[in-house]
């Protein structure tokens, strides 16, 4: 069964400093893998998805993510991360036809120290 | 832009009650998710719905159902609130094909004493 992990369940850096949230999968296909990110209070927002082609994807807010299949991670970074990227990550990995359902790991808070 | 929009936010039954959660979305969006959220757990889908009075169940769907009379509205039915579906709700929708672009709620909160 398709699976996801996020090891990390929270993690702090200091504005203006680099991040990177690791994100591991298990699916027998080539997957179809996303980032999504839970602002306070706020529903789910699409950060950047991967189907096929290039394995480094830009995504909005400055965010990119690299797949390597050899290691079956999709790990979220950013160079310098502002304050208003305090919030909750979610790694998923899409299954069944179109990929519609969606697999989510648990989830990474981040907290953005001034 | 799309929006998802969950009737309620915040919920507190009673162990036994039953509830209602709905959702609307309004980019005729042919299919539509019920998640739940828990801290530590993430996100699980309950149920998916990819048409009209189409349903299909996800990873956890014991103890709810769903019903989809029209192709914007997706309610999730809670026939007896327990304890344990204390959890935030969220209703999502997406365009058919291989996008995975789901468009979420903002989320229901229930508690149920």
């Known amino acids: 069964a398709q699976s996801v992990t996020q090891p990390d369940i929270h993690i702090t850096v200091s504005e203006g400093a680099s991040l990177e949230l690791r994100c591991n999968y298990s699916y027998g296909a080539t997957p179809y893998l996303f980032w999504y990110v839970q602002s306070p209070g706020q529903g789910l927002q699409l950060l950047l998805k991967y189907f096929s082609g290039d394995t480094l994807v830009q995504g909005i807010k400055g965010f990119e993510a690299e797949f390597k299949r050899s290691q079956s991670s999709f790990n979220l970074r950013k160079p310098s991360v502002h304050w208003s990227d305090a919030a909750e990550y979610f790694c998923?990995?899409?299954?069944?036809?179109?990929?519609?359902?969606?697999?989510f790991g648990q989830g990474t808070r981040l907290t953005i120290n001034p | 832009d799309v929006k998802v929009t969950q009737s309620s936010r915040y919920l507190v039954k009673r162990t036994g009650e039953k509830v209602f959660l709905e959702c609307v979305q309004d980019m005729d969006h042919e299919n539509m998710f019920w998640y739940r959220q828990d801290p530590g757990l993430g996100l699980r889908l309950i149920y998916f719905?990819?048409?009209?009075?189409?349903?299909e169940k996800g990873d956890i769907p014991e103890g709810y159902s769903v019903s989809r009379e029209k192709k914007e509205r997706f309610s999730l039915i809670l026939e007896s609130a327990s304890t344990n579906q204390t959890s935030m709700y969220l209703c999502a929708s997406s365009p058919p094909g291989p996008t995975g672009e789901l468009f979420f709620g903002e989320g229901s909160r229930l508690t149920v004493l």
């Open positions: 998923a990995v899409g299954r069944g036809q179109g990929a519609q359902k969606l697999v």
């Open positions: 719905s990819y048409d009209v009075k189409m349903k």
